[in-house]
């Protein structure tokens, strides 16, 4: 069961945008997903209230005592999402069950600086577990000179730049539905799709 965990400690960088749309890529391939919120505000679990019953299924997380929780019986996928300020034990505990990880970064230097210990954090962490960890560009035109400079600067942590999403309404309107990329015609959100083909090929990956 892959559990894939969307982390960065810097808030605003698009973690929701980006774990409600994985859990929703999965659960429109047929799997047993749960979209995890290890955050005390659960809004992950508020936006699944949002979420249609005709929509295919994403179960929430199940909180016990604050802890981290077991996934509901027949789960096969897990995408945790997680808080802004993400470290100490709770990073710990969330990092022992974590396949995979994607951190979301925002092009500009003033989000690279804030993020670079954290991802410091990670890539040492790799060399010393099983944990395959990714960077995704958040809100990038990939013809700007922004976009190269993230790339550099991630590539030389020895880390894959999975790809860069670009800034669309398109994200903000599914989430006032509940819903993702996934959940809608195709043709409407074909540019989107296109650009998450890199990104479902890394975390479908063994």
Not at 9 to 28: D, I
């Amino acid at each position: 069961m892959p559990v894939i965990v969307i982390a960065n400690p810097k808030g605003g960088v698009g973690k929701s945008t980006l774990a409600t749309n994985l859990a929703g890529y999965f659960a429109s391939q047929g799997h047993k997903v749960m979209l995890g919120d290890t955050d005390v505000q659960q809004s992950s679990r508020a936006w699944l209230k949002l979420r249609s019953p005709a929509l295919p299924v994403i179960q929430p997380w199940e909180i016990e005592d604050g802890h981290v929780a077991k996934p509901p019986k027949g789960t096969t996928h897990i995408v945790l999402d997680t808080p802004a300020g993400f470290g100490g034990k709770r990073f710990e505990k969330v990092m022992d069950i974590a396949d995979k990880v994607i951190v979301p970064l925002q092009p500009s230097m003033f989000d690279i600086l804030a993020t670079q210990d954290f991802l410091q954090k990670l890539a040492d962490r790799k060399q010393k577990s099983k944990v395959d960890v990714g960077v995704l560009g958040m809100r990038v035109d990939v013809r700007t000179r922004a976009s190269e400079q993230l790339a550099n600067y991630v590539e030389g942590l020895g880390l894959p730049v999975l790809g860069f999403l670009r800034s669309t309404q398109n994200y903000v309107q599914l989430a006032a539905n509940g819903a993702t990329l996934w959940d809608v015609a195709p043709g409407r959100v074909e540019k989107d799709r296109e650009q998450w083909q890199d990104i479902l090929r890394w975390v479908t990956e063994k």
